[in-house]
């Protein structure tokens, strides 16, 4: 089995406006190995979100092709966080990240605490591991989200922004666990607003200065 990595052939992708449609992104050909952080860079409205909703592959593109290791993506085994976060009201912080692992049928008895030491290096207070999620500030939400797309070890992580809600020190620590699910051999694409966290990435993906 090939590991190749991320390809993205000939991409183009546009957003509807009220003056018809606008293209975000035309003609992206761009070749990702395994084990590297990509960062997407552009001014607000530039596109971000909207490419690495279709190389999660939730947004289908308008031409081109998205492959991970020479398939299409399925986005049920990718792991995404999103700028509202998505998580599930009613259950505590450590469900929410069992549940994904229940959906993709990895979960096991022992995982309860690697969740547990997964928001421990996310800085999130033990204390809140078994709050229900609506309960935790935006800045713990964001952690649990990021948490849950790393968990069960995914081929590719689709990251919108995982810092925006964060300080440095506790930024910090979700660029280290980033790294590490690299480091484990994943491609992680990052929308990365802020040009000092593009410094923390292998390869980025510029979408230049279009504003919205
Ligand atoms: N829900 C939507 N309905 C209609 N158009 C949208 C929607 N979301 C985004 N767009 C359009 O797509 C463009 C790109 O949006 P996108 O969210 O991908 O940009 P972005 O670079 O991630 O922005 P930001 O940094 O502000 O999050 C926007 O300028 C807007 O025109």
Do not use: F, Y
Request: hydrophobic letters at 40%.
């Amino acid at each position: 089995m090939g590991l190749d990595g991320l390809r993205l052939s000939h991409v183009r992708l546009s957003a509807t406006a009220s003056t018809g449609r606008r293209v975000l992104v035309d003609d992206l050909t761009r070749a990702v190995g395994p084990g590297s952080v990509v960062g997407i860079t552009g001014r607000t409205g530039s596109g971000k979100s909207t490419l690495l909703r279709a190389i999660a592959g939730t947004t289908p593109v308008e031409s081109g092709s998205i492959l991970l290791d020479g398939r299409p993506i399925d986005p049920a085994s990718v792991g995404v966080l999103t700028q509202s976060h998505d998580l599930i009201g009613g259950l505590t912080a450590v469900e929410n990240v069992a549940a994904r692992l229940l959906a993709r049928g990895s979960m096991r008895t022992a995982d309860w605490t690697g969740i547990e030491e997964s928001l421990g290096r996310l800085l999130l207070p033990p204390a809140s591991w078994h709050n229900l999620v609506e309960q935790l500030s935006g800045g713990q939400q964001q952690r649990v989200a990021v948490a849950r797309a790393l968990a069960g070890g995914p081929g590719l992580v689709c990251l919108d922004d995982p810092t925006s809600e964060l300080d440095e020190a506790t930024g910090t620590a979700v660029w280290a666990e980033v790294r590490a699910a690299a480091d484990r051999g994943a491609v992680v694409v990052v929308t990365v607003p802020e040009p000092g966290n593009a410094e923390r990435c292998d390869a980025l993906l510029d979408l230049g200065p279009r504003t919205a």
